[in-house]
């Protein structure tokens, strides 16, 4: 049976170079689901396996002069992004993820993680991420995910469902760390008005 866990990148990455087909097959596997996440958040779900596809071409043609300034899986995700911005500029529907304003005051507060340092008492739950697998709610927070901002939904995903930290995904989406947390509050903001929504009237 196929370990689950890949080797360290200094051991992956000339296995990966030889073009070992076992590991090449479990490499694609492991990171392909979170990639696919990530091309739906930013480039929507119709485009999304190309955007994968074409993503997995461009790193293995630039395996070999990749310099190790990031991890692996950074720099991989990295791509992902950028294909999928690259893709939406040819569909001409451009998103930025640049020029935020600042964070209006708000009830809800983060530490400096980006985590709920203390969620709403009206919210019974620790996290969004636990939220999202309740079976009544997950239709209710699929769908707003899906209208949120590209640039928010990916934060998102990237944060709560990836759990990347902050600096793997200003690394990702080449954003500064005070944007990400912009991103993340306003996606955080409006799934937990959908809750609210939800544990008031039943409806999303």
Not at 65 to 87: P, Y
Not at 94 to 122: M, N
Not at 134 to 163: M, N, V, W, Y
Request: proline share 4%; hydrophobic share 40%; aromatic share 6%.
């Amino acid at each position: 049976m196929m370990s689950t866990k890949l080797p360290d990148d200094k051991t992956l990455i000339p296995l990966l170079l030889t073009k070992d087909k076992a590991i090449t097959r479990q490499f694609i596997t492991f990171h392909y689901p979170q990639m696919l996440m990530i091309a739906r958040a930013i480039a929507g779900s119709v485009i999304a396996d190309e955007v994968v596809q074409e993503a997995w071409v461009s790193i293995f043609k630039s395996l070999p002069k990749f310099q190790q300034k990031s991890a692996l899986k950074t720099w991989i995700m990295r791509i992902v992004a950028n294909e999928a911005k690259t893709r939406l500029k040819k569909e001409s529907r451009s998103i930025s993820l640049e020029g935020l304003e600042a964070v209006s005051k708000s009830p809800f507060s983060f530490d400096q993680s980006g985590s709920w340092s203390k969620p709403p008492a009206h919210w019974h739950q620790e996290s969004p991420d636990a939220l999202i697998h309740q079976e009544e709610l997950h239709d209710c927070l699929e769908k707003i995910l899906s209208h949120l901002p590209a640039s928010q939904r990916s934060t998102f995903i990237l944060k709560e469902i990836g759990s990347h930290t902050l600096d793997e995904i200003c690394n990702v989406l080449e954003v500064s760390e005070s944007n990400v947390r912009v991103l993340l509050h306003r996606a955080r903001t409006k799934l937990l008005a959908a809750v609210d929504r939800y544990q008031e009237t039943g409806e999303c």
